[in-house]
């Protein structure tokens, strides 16, 4: 059993920062990798980041390269979202996800946090 909980949203203007946080509730042999996902309006939800369970590999979207950065403290089973240089197009609903990662490739499973709202005015 995977329980996920986001925290860290709100609302910032173009060009600020926000450190999204998502506290994990699982066994530490199962050594699961972390993805973030966000959902805007009317969209699909799509990739954003994710790292490995050591840390070792990061994921990344195009859209998000350079400004997010995404890491992990597994002695708490928290990973994080450091967002930069936000856009108003990076408002979403941003979510919690745990999987794997092989061969350079993130595979996320259907464990999801409840998601946390970013918003980025102009």
């Known amino acids: 059993q995977v329980q996920l909980v986001e925290s860290g949203g709100g609302l910032v203007q173009a060009g600020g920062s926000l450190r999204l946080s998502c506290a994990a509730s699982v066994r530490t042999s199962s050594k699961l990798a972390m993805g973030w996902f966000r959902q805007a309006p009317g969209k699909e939800r799509e990739f954003v980041a994710a790292?490995?369970?050591?840390?070792?590999?990061?994921y990344y979207a195009d859209s998000v390269k350079g400004r997010f950065t995404v890491s992990r403290d597994n002695a708490k089973i928290t990973v994080y979202l450091q967002m930069n240089s936000l856009k108003p197009e990076d408002t979403a609903v941003y979510y919690c996800n745990a999987g794997y990662d092989y061969s350079g490739n993130y595979d996320p499973r259907d464990y999801w946090g409840q998601g946390t709202q970013v918003t980025v005015s102009s």
């Open positions: 790292i490995s369970w050591s840390g070792s590999r990061t």
